[in-house]
């Protein structure tokens, strides 16, 4: 079976990465106490 362009975003492994990142993020932002994504727009 030929592989989908939604293959690898279905995948078990690149969802895992996907929550880690976010978890990352959202943690860094309460220690912080702001938005690291904000403090590297200069928002």
């Known amino acids: ?8 975003i279905d ?10 990142v976010l978890q990352s993020e959202l943690l860094l ?6 938005c690291p994504l904000y403090l590297a727009c200069r928002v």
């Open 29 to 34: 932002t309460d220690l912080a106490d702001q």
């Open 11 to 20: 995948s078990t492994e690149c969802k895992k990465w996907v929550a880690l």
């Open 1 to 8: 079976m030929a592989p989908t362009v939604s293959e690898p």
